[in-house]
């Protein structure tokens, strides 16, 4: 995505091949390529952003012009694409195009596709709202497409200066089915009229609207973007299109029209102070799209017919004129609470430094204006300021120090004395001084005790606003946790729904085998086959029914959440009531107005929630039912299934038996094979005992080997027919051990099913037990949530009783300071000049005393002196004293 910053028009022209009728009439294909960003018309090349031939698709149309668009504003970015060209050179082909062909659609509903295809692709914690509207400018009127009742809407513009139609229809859509269906009803009202030149031409100028916003609900970051698709109706002449009537007024329209649109490009490319906006509506609506925060592209539709030579190069023209155009694009961001309020504090850091700055200044220009020289250590300093300025303490005594101008140094006094009246004046005055200064200073202090108790007033409030707050939060929390067992108890009913949907299948396949076997099997799988479908649609039931009360939790859930976003910038509103305390009283009776609407319809929302939840457990009795029943049933089929295995039983002595036959009569066919042996030896000791009767007895021979012959071929065709009837034999045999093995396995399979039944039948009572519970604990947060409400309702309206005390006292107290302050601030000048003359004063006095201190010195040192002279003379009188004396004793 491109980084918001400065940026031109980007520019499109695409040439469209030549129709029918310029064929017929023999025109002359007249424009030359020459790469991928320049045509030529008449020996002259025309260069913009992308030239389109006439064999270009939809899709590579779509890809260089709209695809970075659509990114740009699911970013936060304004947007705008519109086509302009004559009448029949495509400009509708090019924006509209086919709407519900894959290949022929154009750049409209392929942004359609693309911004939910990107929407799908984002981050999921990301929330999309969209919206559009249809509208058309006709005969210079704006008339809404999907409200044919709305036929004149005016632009006004919102509180950024930018335009917007007021009372259009705002439909939100989730999907791009929806938008579709509102283009196409949007277009079912659109004005087109037959003309020579087309036969479907436009004769007014549609703009279709999609508003993007979208919010982080991690981060609560908002974005928003508007993209504009706009499609032109074509400039034409009359003369070619053969307009007459109805439709050459609205030719007449559609020319000044894009005649304002043509001077609105032409003041913008040279630059012009001056830009004729109002000119039409069109251009009004387009005023950000053009030379504002948007990023535009124009495709520039043109015939590549000689017949269209004029209009052609007219069009040309126009593209080279608007790609000079620079749009400045700005992020449409919307703020949190907490970047607002960092915002706020920096603006206040900067305005502190700029105010103590100025101070500074000021300062420093009454001193020079005063005569004085400033040194070069006491000048303005930006950084130390800067460093300075962090240290303040903004209070009221600090901020009359910082606002009053420091005392230039006073220009030396006389030395003359002063006599004891003057003295006594001044004291006096001085006296007086001093006890204004006190009372001033006790006045301050009683300011000072009365803003501590503001204070301390609230930091109660918001302790009390804390701990409502906390409560909430648990109570969130609760609410939080309730919905996180719901959603797990969620995904485990899915997942014995997809286990049940896959026992049905298995089942159902089973069952078949089971019916090519025997009818009653057929039978039983088709009533187990209906009771699974009839507990999963019961199931499916119960799944809907669990959603919607997920759903009614979320909104409750959405609603606290938003109750307690407000409950919070009622707090911040509350807390920071002493800098806006006039402008903040009707804002929070407001907000107070919502927070009680927010919990009656909390209210309604957890009644519904309650109903929905009796709802639920009627729905969960009618599943135990329906599970009986099932139960009932299956208790039948394994009776069924004990049948036949008593019929496989009795089969199976069956071919025990005959087996048991088979080895009979093959013990009678060896039995019979040793008697033939033997009669076979006998013959021969006959025939060796009667040789010699033998030629008279071979007739006799001859007729006994007949007859056994005959015996043999008897017992030979005897033999293979019990070895034909034994191999069928083993063959039942064998077909009826794989029956029996198969129906073995289907039996311990339907055991296994019936346990896996009978523990998820045991599994969703225990859900059931658990979906009770959370049921019971729902109705307790209920009941705790009504108490919670009953509580905050009370607290609010005690805040709300306090605040208006508070507001009342406030604005009293402040009264009384503005007024004693206005009255400071009278007395400050006379007290001013008093201290001026009390320094003077005083400095003569220090002077005075300065050389009475130094005239005491000088006579205490003289005294000293006189002193030291007398002591020394005393000391010489009385040395001679006693050496006068002692020359008596002698």
Same mark, same amino acid.
């Given at each position: 995505?491109?980084?918001?910053?400065?940026?031109?028009?980007?520019?499109?022209?695409?040439?469209?091949?030549?129709?029918?009728?310029?064929?017929?009439?023999?025109?002359?294909?007249?424009?030359?390529?020459?790469?991928?960003?320049?045509?030529?018309?008449?020996?002259?090349?025309?260069?913009?952003?992308?030239?389109?031939?006439?064999?270009?698709?939809?899709?590579?149309?779509?890809?260089?012009?709209?695809?970075?668009?659509?990114?740009?504003?699911?970013?936060?970015?304004?947007?705008?694409?519109?086509?302009?060209?004559?009448?029949?050179?495509?400009?509708?082909?090019?924006?509209?195009?086919?709407?519900?062909?894959?290949?022929?659609?154009?750049?409209?509903?392929?942004?359609?596709?693309?911004?939910?295809?990107?929407?799908?692709?984002?981050?999921?914690?990301?929330?999309?709202?969209?919206?559009?509207?249809?509208?058309?400018?006709?005969?210079?009127?704006?008339?809404?497409?999907?409200?044919?009742?709305?036929?004149?809407?005016?632009?006004?513009?919102?509180?950024?200066?930018?335009?917007?139609?007021?009372?259009?229809?705002?439909?939100?859509?989730?999907?791009?089915?929806?938008?579709?269906?509102?283009?196409?009803?949007?277009?079912?009202?659109?004005?087109?009229?037959?003309?020579?030149?087309?036969?479907?031409?436009?004769?007014?100028?549609?703009?279709?609207?999609?508003?993007?916003?979208?919010?982080?609900?991690?981060?609560?970051?908002?974005?928003?973007?508007?993209?504009?698709?706009?499609?032109?109706?074509?400039?034409?002449?009359?003369?070619?299109?053969?307009?007459?009537?109805?439709?050459?007024?609205?030719?007449?329209?559609?020319?000044?029209?894009?005649?304002?649109?043509?001077?609105?490009?032409?003041?913008?490319?040279?630059?012009?102070?001056?830009?004729?906006?109002?000119?039409?509506?069109?251009?009004?609506?387009?005023?950000?799209?053009?030379?504002?925060?948007?990023?535009?592209?124009?495709?520039?539709?043109?015939?590549?017919?000689?017949?269209?030579?004029?209009?052609?190069?007219?069009?040309?023209?126009?593209?080279?004129?608007?790609?000079?155009?620079?749009?400045?694009?700005?992020?449409?961001?919307?703020?949190?609470?907490?970047?607002?309020?960092?915002?706020?504090?920096?603006?206040?850091?900067?305005?502190?430094?700029?105010?103590?700055?100025?101070?500074?200044?000021?300062?420093?220009?009454?001193?020079?204006?005063?005569?004085?020289?400033?040194?070069?250590?006491?000048?303005?300093?930006?950084?130390?300021?800067?460093?300075?300025?962090?240290?303040?303490?903004?209070?009221?005594?600090?901020?009359?120090?910082?606002?009053?101008?420091?005392?230039?140094?006073?220009?030396?006094?006389?030395?003359?004395?002063?006599?004891?009246?003057?003295?006594?004046?001044?004291?006096?005055?001085?006296?007086?001084?001093?006890?204004?200064?006190?009372?001033?200073?006790?006045?301050?202090?009683?300011?000072?005790?009365?803003?501590?108790?503001?204070?301390?007033?609230?930091?109660?409030?918001?302790?009390?606003?804390?701990?409502?707050?906390?409560?909430?939060?648990?109570?969130?929390?609760?609410?939080?946790?309730?919905?996180?067992?719901?959603?797990?108890?969620?995904?485990?009913?899915?997942?014995?729904?997809?286990?049940?949907?896959?026992?049905?299948?298995?089942?159902?396949?089973?069952?078949?085998?089971?019916?090519?076997?025997?009818?009653?099997?057929?039978?039983?799988?088709?009533?187990?086959?209906?009771?699974?479908?009839?507990?999963?649609?019961?199931?499916?039931?119960?799944?809907?029914?669990?959603?919607?009360?997920?759903?009614?939790?979320?909104?409750?859930?959405?609603?606290?959440?938003?109750?307690?976003?407000?409950?919070?910038?009622?707090?911040?509103?509350?807390?920071?009531?002493?800098?806006?305390?006039?402008?903040?009283?009707?804002?929070?009776?407001?907000?107070?107005?919502?927070?009680?609407?927010?919990?009656?319809?909390?209210?309604?929302?957890?009644?519904?929630?309650?109903?929905?939840?009796?709802?639920?457990?009627?729905?969960?009795?009618?599943?135990?039912?329906?599970?009986?029943?099932?139960?009932?049933?299956?208790?039948?089929?394994?009776?069924?299934?004990?049948?036949?295995?008593?019929?496989?039983?009795?089969?199976?002595?069956?071919?025990?038996?005959?087996?048991?036959?088979?080895?009979?009569?093959?013990?009678?066919?060896?039995?019979?094979?040793?008697?033939?042996?033997?009669?076979?030896?006998?013959?021969?000791?006959?025939?060796?005992?009667?040789?010699?009767?033998?030629?008279?007895?071979?007739?006799?021979?001859?007729?006994?080997?007949?007859?056994?012959?005959?015996?043999?071929?008897?017992?030979?065709?005897?033999?293979?027919?019990?070895?034909?009837?034994?191999?069928?034999?083993? $063959? @039942?045999?064998? /077909?009826?051990? +794989? &029956?029996?093995?198969?129906?073995?396995?289907?039996?311990? =399979? #339907? *055991?296994?099913?019936?346990?896996?039944?009978?523990?998820?039948?045991?599994?969703?009572?225990?859900?059931?037990?658990?979906?009770?519970?959370?049921?019971?604990?729902?109705?307790?947060?209920?009941?705790?949530?009504?108490?919670?409400?009953?509580?905050?309702?009370?607290?609010?309206?005690?805040?709300?009783?306090?605040?208006?005390?508070?507001?009342?006292?406030?604005?009293?107290?402040?009264? $009384? @300071?503005?007024? /004693?302050?206005? +009255? &400071?601030?009278?007395?400050?000048?006379?007290?001013?000049? =008093? #201290? *001026?003359?009390?320094?003077?004063?005083?400095?003569?006095?220090?002077?005075?005393?300065?050389?009475?201190?130094?005239?005491?010195?000088?006579?205490?040192?003289?005294?000293?002196?006189?002193?030291?002279?007398?002591?020394?003379?005393?000391?010489?009188?009385?040395?001679?004293?006693?050496?006068?004396?002692?020359?008596?004793?002698?």
């Amino acid at each position: 995505m491109a980084d918001p910053a400065e940026c031109t028009i980007k520019v499109m022209c695409r040439f469209r091949p030549l129709n029918s009728s310029e064929v017929t009439r023999g025109d002359k294909y007249i424009p030359k390529f020459q790469g991928e960003d320049s045509v030529v018309i008449g020996g002259k090349p025309y260069v913009f952003d992308r030239v389109f031939q006439s064999n270009t698709s939809q899709e590579q149309v779509y890809t260089a012009c709209a695809q970075q668009i659509v990114k740009d504003v699911l970013g936060g970015y304004n947007g705008t694409i519109f086509a302009y060209g004559q009448t029949s050179s495509g400009k509708t082909h090019t924006m509209e195009g086919n709407l519900h062909d894959t290949d022929g659609m154009g750049i409209i509903p392929r942004i359609v596709q693309d911004i939910f295809n990107y929407i799908y692709s984002m981050d999921e914690n990301l929330e999309f709202h969209i919206k559009v509207s249809y509208f058309e400018i006709y005969l210079d009127k704006i008339r809404d497409l999907l409200d044919v009742s709305k036929t004149n809407l005016s632009v006004h513009e919102d509180k950024n200066r930018v335009p917007y139609v007021k009372g259009c229809t705002e439909r939100f859509v989730s999907s791009p089915e929806e938008v579709m269906d509102t283009i196409d009803e949007g277009k079912s009202n659109r004005h087109v009229a037959v003309t020579n030149m087309n036969e479907h031409s436009s004769r007014s100028h549609s703009i279709f609207l999609i508003n993007v916003k979208q919010e982080n609900t991690q981060t609560e970051q908002k974005l928003s973007g508007k993209l504009y698709l706009v499609d032109l109706a074509g400039s034409e002449k009359v003369s070619k299109t053969g307009a007459e009537g109805a439709v050459l007024d609205e030719a007449k329209n559609i020319n000044k029209s894009l005649s304002s649109l043509g001077n609105v490009i032409s003041a913008l490319a040279e630059g012009s102070t001056y830009v004729p906006y109002r000119d039409s509506k069109m251009t009004r609506i387009l005023q950000d799209s053009l030379g504002g925060n948007c990023r535009t592209t124009i495709v520039i539709c043109c015939s590549p017919s000689s017949y269209n030579d004029a209009e052609t190069k007219s069009t040309l023209m126009f593209g080279q004129r608007a790609k000079t155009i620079k749009n400045t694009v700005i992020l449409n961001v919307e703020l949190t609470a907490e970047q607002w309020k960092k915002k706020y504090e920096r603006e206040k850091e900067r305005n502190k430094s700029l105010r103590n700055t100025i101070t500074w200044l000021e300062n420093e220009l009454n001193r020079w204006r005063n005569g004085e020289t400033v040194p070069a250590e006491e000048q303005f300093d930006k950084e130390k300021i800067n460093a300075e300025v962090l240290g303040l303490d903004n209070t009221i005594n600090n901020d009359k120090f910082a606002s009053t101008p420091s005392m230039p140094p006073m220009p030396g006094m006389l030395g003359a004395g002063l006599n004891d009246v003057e003295k006594e004046k001044c004291e006096v005055e001085l006296a007086k001084l001093f006890k204004q200064l006190d009372d001033k200073d006790e006045e301050i202090n009683q300011q000072s005790q009365l803003v501590e108790k503001l204070k301390q007033q609230m930091l109660d409030q918001e302790e009390l606003l804390a701990s409502s707050r906390r409560d909430h939060d648990n109570l969130q929390s609760e609410l939080t946790r309730l919905q996180l067992e719901n959603d797990a108890s969620k995904e485990e009913v899915k997942e014995v729904l997809q286990a049940l949907e896959e026992l049905a299948v298995n089942y159902d396949q089973k069952s078949q085998e089971v019916e090519d076997k025997t009818k009653e099997f057929e039978a039983l799988s088709e009533e187990l086959g209906q009771k699974s479908s009839t507990l999963a649609s019961i199931d499916s039931e119960l799944q809907k029914l669990k959603e919607m009360a997920n759903h009614q939790k979320k909104r409750v859930t959405e609603m606290m959440s938003s109750l307690l976003k407000d409950l919070t910038e009622i707090g911040i509103a509350v807390g920071n009531n002493d800098i806006k305390q006039h402008e903040g009283s009707g804002l929070i009776d407001e907000e107070f107005t919502v927070a009680r609407l927010y919990i009656s319809k909390m209210k309604s929302e957890v009644k519904s929630m309650v109903k929905r939840c009796k709802q639920l457990e009627n729905t969960q009795s009618e599943s135990n039912k329906t599970l009986d029943e099932t139960e009932k049933e299956l208790a039948a089929c394994q009776l069924r299934i004990s049948q036949h295995e008593a019929k496989i039983k009795s089969l199976t002595e069956y071919l025990q038996n005959v087996e048991h036959k088979k080895r009979q009569l093959e013990e009678d066919v060896d039995s019979l094979n040793e008697e033939l042996v033997k009669i076979s030896a006998q013959e021969k000791v006959h025939a060796m005992e009667k040789e010699s009767e033998i030629q008279s007895a071979n007739e006799v021979k001859e007729a006994v080997e007949k007859q056994i012959h005959s015996h043999r071929e008897a017992h030979q065709k005897q033999i293979s027919s019990l070895r034909d009837e034994l191999e069928t034999k083993e $063959k @039942l045999i064998t /077909d009826l051990q +794989d &029956l029996n093995q198969k129906i073995l396995l289907e039996q311990e =399979r #339907l *055991r296994v099913e019936h346990e896996k039944l009978k523990s998820t039948d045991q599994e969703k009572s225990r859900k059931l037990h658990e979906l009770t519970m959370m049921q019971d604990r729902r109705e307790q947060a209920r009941q705790d949530l009504k108490g919670l409400e009953e509580t905050v309702a009370k607290e609010l309206q005690t805040l709300h009783n306090l605040r208006k005390l508070f507001v009342q006292d406030l604005a009293t107290r402040v009264k $009384k @300071l503005v007024r /004693d302050n206005a +009255d &400071l601030r009278c007395e400050l000048p006379k007290l001013e000049k =008093r #201290l *001026r003359a009390t320094a003077e004063r005083v400095k003569a006095l220090e002077s005075a005393l300065k050389e009475a201190k130094e005239n005491a010195a000088r006579d205490r040192k003289r005294y000293q002196t006189e002193v030291d002279r007398i002591k020394e003379a005393v000391r010489a009188k009385n040395m001679a004293r006693r050496g006068h004396s002692a020359q008596i004793g002698d």
